[in-house]
DNA sequence: TCCTTTCTAGACTGATTGGTCCATATATCG
DNA sequence: CGATATATGGACCAATCAGTCTAGAAAGGA
């Protein structure tokens, strides 16, 4: 859908930096410091970028912005694509998720916080295309937690009475608690004992 | 604590304008644009204050935004004194308190956000004054949490297996999560009987 | 080599930022 | 009344904001 080569080659210097790679280190700075606390000359000094060169590839601030939030969004489905994988054994999928979470929230890793939940609190409520972002990445992840709790009931490893699609909402809820939690930096063995205590709360 | 009367008469005009009712107001602006979003034409229209004025009583904005996250705070925590009251049969307790933060996390109320929330994650990393708060205000809420279910043990209304001090983690990480997944302003109904489902695994 | 394109560095813009200051009005006390 | 303290509104400040533009360096294709 992307990255297609040129039609013929374009005469002139080609393009000399990795858009990619630029959008990456632009991720980078606003998810620790947030839309509004970041200035062009952060952005500029982390994407090494001129001024000119990167509004001519990306139009603006906002743009940008936009373009980091879905490659932050990109990868974290692409996590639990490969996580909650199908193929995989239900329970052990959803552990494996979860304990990626307690990983991600706990200590330094916590502390940094998360680039879609501080986004969604600071800009969601009054941007349009942020909030589509949003709630698209939570039914996303909704989406697949309910289907692996699905595949678990189907094959009896679920407790009695738990709805898949309930249950997936809990754990929504819950691991975008975490993220909020997180950036008190817990430790590492506390949120894995919560994770693990409520996760038995739904297995059998 | 505060509001102690002037020692003597302090000759001259008095103070004519409500402290409290200016921070609350500067409450309401930071709540809904986020601290860096805010600029001081917006905290002054709030407040109905002249420059002067706000500068003489506050000294700068992060004193005020500081007055504005303590006082939505202490509103948070007199509420959950009220909820989760020692003295209330404490499943009810319970239950009311989530009623409390489903109520405050669908629909416009839940797009509205939490100044906690949104400030825990656009400052804490960086801001060790609001660090401390946002710490102190989770360590409160999991506190009265754990004690509500410590009683409902003791009356023999938990689940087997249940542990109060991690069932109480695990219920701060999911009303956190909530506000975050209110962003997208859920249905009430439907928040309702995810929180519902979440408590009847615990209740017995 | 020459043409074309892309890059960088930085000057520059107008608007806005948080914060200071002051002249003036107002209100309450002795 | 007169002294004192507190308010207002707005001028003013330096710094910073996002964004535009240009001159010249750099580099690949013809």
Redesign the pocket.
Known sequence: MSRQPPAQ?????????DVDAAVERAMDVFWSRGYHA????DLLRAT??????L???FG???SLFLRALDRYIADAVARMDVELAPGREPVDALRAYLSGYVERTSGANGRRGCLLVATAMELAGQDAEVARRVAGFFRSLETRVAGALSRAKSAGKLADGVDPATAAKILVCFVEGLRVVGKTAPARATSQATADALLDRFVS
Chains 1, 2 share one sequence.
Request: charge should be positive.
């Open positions: 080659s374009p005469r002139g210097r080609p393009r000399s930096f970041t200035a062009l000359p090494r970028l001129s001024r000119g060169s509004y001519a590839a603006d601030k906002h």
